[in-house]
């Protein structure tokens, strides 16, 4: 269940506040005059929050490139591509 407190508990209670973020990796909302203001969260949920958008921006824009082509590869296919890639970078002293 999220927590929501009022932004004034933000300067009262930090200490607190922190140790509810960083213990439950769950962000607490803050409200001001009843109304969302903003939230906090612990540094480790906000890269892993950041992490999983990036993530689900680039499934979404493959599957876009998907809609637009025909054109397919094997797993074979993508596996030799990428070493094949890798290795021309070791080669050139670029890895």
């Known amino acids: 269940m999220p927590q ?3 932004v004034s508990d933000l300067r009262n209670n930090f200490a607190e506040i922190s140790r509810v973020v960083h213990e439950t990796s769950e ?11 903003m939230v906090v969260m612990s540094f480790e949920a906000y890269e892993k929050l950041q ?17 637009q082509t025909n054109q397919r ?5 993508v596996f030799d591509s990428l070493r094949q890639t890798l290795q021309e970078k070791a ?3 670029n890895v």
């Not at 992490?51 to 809609?67: D, N, P, T």
């Not at 590869?73 to 296919?77: D, M, P, R, Y």
């Open 4 to 6: 929501i407190r009022p």
């Open 51 to 67: 992490f999983e958008s990036e993530v689900y921006f680039k499934l979404k824009e493959a599957e876009l490139q998907a809609k």
């Open 27 to 37: 962000p607490v909302f803050l409200t001001k005059n009843g109304y969302g203001d």
């Open 91 to 93: 080669d050139d002293g």
């Open 73 to 77: 590869f094997s797993h074979k296919e």
